[in-house]
């Protein structure tokens, strides 16, 4: 079964593609065919003006139609698009996800903050996680954080933060959302330690990448404070230079980590593991479960 999955998020558009396929013993694998991210960097208006400009929803519509041919030429059988932060902030993100489908014939949806943490984590969950550890799950995107707790099998919390990379670079985080988040971590993870860290999103799978860790290994809170100090220290061209980053990584990648240390702070994690998920692997798995269950029923 081939699918797809569109992520349109506050800092790029991302399309995947990916094959599954039952193994002999019943699991399934998903081998992934085609991952496109094209940086719109819809927040840095929407978080400033609070609306998509007919100039950037022209550059989305291009996109998506992209995305659609590809999706042909792949022979993908079924999709599913949804759109986070930015375009829930957007006053006309209704409106601009209505032309979208007359424009492209591509639905998306307009997920809140708490669905976007359920689609990624509860996807990944059953899979890797022991059952008498806790875990605290960490998303940060440009828009907003994603903070999902799982002890013993069970989700203890999930909770969505406006605190994103595009919106701390454009000055729209204010101390008492930070307070808020802090007071949040601290009393929520209280009754959970110790509790292991696990990271999602682009910036930590870039340290991650950067660290020449071995998969599967952690980074400790120490190391991502020493890429922190680094990091904010170097101009924005050197640091493009020295690391090879594209202009829309190497901007939000200092306030990600910016985040990413302050929550292992609160929440007491000496660690933190990058599985390298995110919203569209999550949107692919449920998917999948979906045209099953439709298969099975004979929808």
């Known amino acids: 079964m081939i699918l797809a ?14 094959e599954a396929s039952v193994y002999k013993d019943g699991s399934v694998d998903f081998t992934k065919m085609n991952l496109l991210r094209i940086p719109l960097r819809l927040g840095f208006e929407v978080f400033d003006t609070g609306a998509v400009s007919d100039a950037k929803k022209k550059k989305l519509i291009e996109t998506l139609n992209a995305y659609k041919l590809l999706m042909s030429i792949y022979n ?14 957007a006053a006309n993100g209704p409106q601009v996800m209505k032309d979208i489908l007359e424009e492209t014939g591509i639905k998306i949806d307009i997920i809140s ?19 008498n550890k806790s875990y605290l799950y960490i998303d940060v995107g440009g828009g907003s954080t994603e903070v999902t707790m799982y002890s013993q099998n069970h989700t203890i919390f999930k909770e969505s933060f406006n605190i994103g990379t595009i919106r701390m ?22 009754a959970y330690q110790p509790l292991e860290a696990i990271g999602t ?55 990600a980590l910016q985040v990413y240390i302050s929550i292992m702070r609160w929440s007491l994690a ?10 569209a692997d999550g949107l692919i798995k449920m998917l999948y479960k979906e045209q099953c269950s439709a298969k099975a029923t004979g929808v």
């Open 270 to 279: 000496d660690e933190i593991y990058v599985p390298k998920i995110g919203l």
């Open 76 to 89: 993908v059988e079924a999709y599913r698009a949804c759109a986070t932060s930015a375009m829930r902030d």
């Open 201 to 255: 999103g682009g910036n930590i799978n870039k340290i991650f990448s950067i660290s020449k860790r071995k998969e599967g290994k952690p980074l400790s809170s120490e190391l991502l404070k020493d890429y922190y100090k680094e990091l904010s220290n170097t101009p924005l061209e050197e640091r493009k230079h020295l690391y090879q980053f594209r202009d829309d990584r190497a901007d939000v990648i200092v306030p």
């Open 113 to 131: 903050g708490q669905e976007e943490a359920s689609i990624i984590y509860e996807t990944h969950i059953a899979e890797q996680l022991s059952s």
């Open 169 to 190: 670079l454009h000055n729209k985080v204010t101390d008492e959302q930070w307070e808020h988040m802090k007071w949040y971590i601290k009393t929520h993870t209280r």
């Open 5 to 18: 999955a569109i992520d349109i998020g506050s800092n790029a558009a991302r399309l995947l593609i990916s």
